[in-house]
């Protein structure tokens, strides 16, 4: 549904926090749709008001498909909040569209010229001509594993495919479960699909984004192989727990692959980074093929009207400067993207040197490079291959995706 399109959902009963702290006139409000992250983001706003003496208070709906109601109302309305989380990709240059986003593109100009950022992150949040966001977080898609069943099974980080299966089947020789993936929340079933892609068909991986490729062409459907294979080996957990992140921590499975937003969450859950979970980018199927690791950005924009306001430009500078991306760091485990931040712990940081020593490059993630108007449904489509993972169901699944793929590129 496009966002120029009024939404008559009601969303009031989605609100979780809003209104539940006290707030001054100096207080800024940050609505999203993260409430996981709830309390990280409020000692944020906490420290902001402690520096800046405008407090961010964070309010949280209860799911993202009721968050995206409610913005997409707003902005029908011309009601707005002045301070929001969204997505990138084609969801966000919908927003964009709408005409009620500030550009950003002054602030930019401050945050590169201090050195605090690339000019490849702003990049990142650039529609058209303009930017219209910063990070609430960059984060790479990598495996997080378990390193005392790495031990146990005798295996270290796959470098290559082949050690990667191999480890997996040492993994399950050893009892343990390989791979650790759930369709918690409802959106978490293009995780496996995308990985597979990019490591077996990047340039497959790119043409699903522009409508170039089919959901029932060849590369799907090897990766579909792929994916239905090792659900056959009895390679992944139960995709119906709604503990992710606690169940990777008790050992529900050995390599999960995950945002390294993730990071917090698994150590909230008792495992300790580096000492007891580690991380690695995933190997490509061939190995002639460049590193590449998949990356999302979620953006905090502003209203139009907000650009016009002191208090809210300085709560959202605030957010990505130094001492706002260390603050975060150490609330959550995020990394923002500043450059001159410290690391929000080891494993971060040696994603972050794998990466430079690799120079591996970046890819969109799925949810955010295909079309608004196909996300919904197809992820659903996913979710439901991943409660039964064969062949029968991919290939329904595939013919599924692809006719909402091409009626939405047939229009175009």
């Keep these: 549904m496009k966002l120029k399109s009024l939404i008559t959902a009601t969303v009031t009963a989605c609100l979780v926090t809003a209104g539940s702290l006290s707030a001054s006139a100096d207080d800024v409000e940050l609505v999203h749709d993260k409430g996981f992250w709830s309390e990280a983001l409020q000692k944020v706003g906490d420290s902001a008001g402690e520096k800046t003496g405008n407090k961010i208070i964070e309010s949280a709906y209860s799911a993202p498909e009721q968050y995206k109601a409610f913005i997409q109302s707003s902005v029908a309305s011309g009601d707005m909040p002045d301070m929001f989380t969204w997505w990138t990709g084609g969801i966000f240059a919908e927003l964009v569209e709408t005409g009620a986003i500030a550009?950003?593109?002054?602030?930019?100009?401050?945050?590169?010229?201090?050195?605090?950022?690339?000019?490849?992150?702003?990049?990142?949040?650039?529609?058209?001509?303009?930017?219209?966001?910063?990070?609430?977080?960059?984060?790479?898609?990598?495996?997080?594993?378990?390193?005392?069943?790495?031990?146990?099974?005798?295996?270290?980080?796959?470098?290559t495919w082949d050690e990667l299966m191999a480890a997996a089947d040492k993994l399950k020789a050893a009892g343990f479960t390989p791979f650790h993936a759930t369709t918690q929340d409802g959106w978490r079933g293009f995780i496996w699909f995308q990985e597979i892609m990019l490591r077996t068909d990047p340039e497959a991986y790119k043409g699903l984004h522009d409508g170039t490729v089919a959901y029932d062409s060849d590369a799907v459907r090897n990766a579909f192989k792929i994916w239905?294979?090792?659900?056959?080996?009895?390679?992944?957990?139960d995709p119906r727990s709604n503990e992710e992140a606690a169940d990777f921590a008790r050992g529900k499975g050995a390599i999960y692959l995950i945002?390294?937003?993730?990071?917090?969450?698994?150590?909230?859950?008792?495992m300790k980074a580096d000492e007891e979970f580690g991380a690695f980018i995933m190997p490509n199927q061939d190995p002639a093929l460049p590193s590449s690791v998949i990356i999302e950005g979620g953006p905090i924009v502003l209203s139009k009207a907000a650009l016009d306001k002191p208090d809210v430009v300085n709560a959202l500078k605030y957010f990505v400067s130094v001492d706002g991306a260390n603050a975060w760091a150490a609330a959550s485990g995020n990394a923002l993207g500043n450059k001159n931040a410290t690391p929000p712990n080891s494993v971060v940081a040696k994603v972050n040197a794998d990466v430079d020593a690799n120079g591996t490059l970046a890819f969109d993630r799925w949810w955010e490079a295909v079309p608004a108007d196909i996300q919904g449904e197809a992820v659903a489509e996913f979710n439901r291959f991943m409660l039964d993972p064969t062949m029968e169901t991919a290939e329904s699944v595939m013919s599924n995706i692809q006719a909402l793929n091409a009626e939405y590129w047939a229009n175009r």
């Design 103 to 159: 550009e950003l593109d002054g602030i930019w100009e401050e945050l590169i010229a201090s050195g605090d950022f690339d000019p490849s992150v702003r990049d990142f949040y650039k529609v058209g001509d303009h930017i219209y966001g910063v990070p609430l977080h960059l984060s790479r898609w990598i495996a997080l594993y378990n390193k005392k069943q790495f031990e146990e099974a005798g295996i270290s980080e796959p470098k």
């Design 228 to 237: 239905s294979d090792w659900y056959a080996k009895g390679y992944f957990s």
């Design 259 to 270: 945002g390294d937003w993730a990071i917090g969450l698994v150590e909230a859950a008792g």
